[in-house]
């Protein structure tokens, strides 16, 4: 006969194993607990980050919700064994509503809230996610939602901002100059993949549409652009662009890099093109790093 009262629940979970909570000697209330983090004594060595990551939270970039993944940290001293670590999260959690907006304000605030309650002069964040955008076709005026890879990092002690930087990726069409200029008949394209990492001068700071700035810079300066929609006449429209500006990948990072070099709020960047080629069963890249 079963020992356990099986139409409930308390009985089913000790059927398959659970047992009832021992009283224990040690103690419940947190005044009352060992702060293990706050020991004070010579660890030997400062570190320079101490965090988390790998944590997903909402996110607004520009006029949409998305989802951001996360890595926050700070300094730690050499007389101190830890942080704690659940004040990470408060720090960015004050920052939310109903979504963290993804802006160097912001990320700068973030910093400054965690330094103050790990009491550590260092702090640091990066969050990369999705930004989505409205994009109309370029004829027909088609409204549909485009997307862009985004990333935000961001250092800061209490005297200064270490490194502030942004990253995007975009997808764009490259028509192959070589096919073009030998083929009797049209030329191979095929999409390409533009990723760059902007080193942004804490004294300038970044312009509120620096998204679309580096976008469009992405954009114009490949064979054609990628959309979400297209009907025949927009068809036709891109297609042709892509003919008229052929580009290797080469041709397209030093036309972007120019771009780049032009805007006083930018003091460095590295920069890379990669064709899904279409003709092969490689890609094919070049990569391009700047420093004024």
């Known amino acids: 006969m079963n020992e356990f009262d099986l139409t409930t629940r308390e009985g089913r979970f000790k059927h398959f194993g659970s047992v ?17 983090q706050s020991t004070k004594k010579d660890f030997l060595f400062e570190v320079d980050s101490v965090g988390i990551n790998n944590l997903s939270y909402p996110v607004k970039v520009g006029d949409f919700q998305s989802v951001g ?25 004050s920052e939310n509503d109903n979504g963290i907006r993804l802006d160097f304000d912001s990320v700068g605030r973030i910093l400054d809230t965690l330094r ?5 002069d260092a702090a640091e964040l990066s969050v990369d996610t999705k930004w989505y955008f409205n994009k109309p076709s370029p004829v ?11 990333a ?35 030329a191979h394209n095929q999409r390409g993949v533009v990723t760059v990492s902007i080193d942004v001068d804490p004294e300038v700071g970044a312009p509120e549409n620096h998204k679309e700035i580096i976008y469009e810079i992405l954009e114009i300066n490949a064979s054609s652009q990628l959309y979400p929609i297209l009907k025949r006449t927009d068809e036709k429209v891109v297609t042709e662009r892509a003919y ?15 771009d780049l070099v032009e805007l006083d709020w930018i003091v460095g960047f590295d920069l890379e093109c990669r064709n899904e080629e279409s003709i ?12 004024k």
């Open 152 to 186: 935000y990092s961001m250092r800061k002690s209490e005297s200064e901002v270490e490194f502030q930087t942004f990253s995007m990726a975009a997808q764009v069409t490259t028509l192959c100059p070589c096919s073009k200029e030998i083929s009797e008949y049209s």
């Open 280 to 291: 092969h069963q490689h890609d094919a890249f070049s990569r391009l790093s700047y420093t």
């Open 20 to 36: 009832d909570p021992i009283q224990g000697t040690k103690p419940k209330e947190k005044h009352e607990m060992a702060d293990l």
């Open 116 to 120: 103050e309650r790990m009491v550590q």
């Open 140 to 150: 027909t005026k088609l409204d549909a939602y485009a997307h862009a890879d985004v």
């Open 69 to 93: 993944t996360f890595e926050l940290a700070t300094s730690l001293e050499r007389d101190e064994k830890g942080i704690n670590m659940s004040r990470i999260l408060e720090s960015l959690h």
């Open 244 to 258: 008229e500006n052929p580009r290797f990948v080469e041709d397209l990072i030093r036309l972007i890099a120019y």
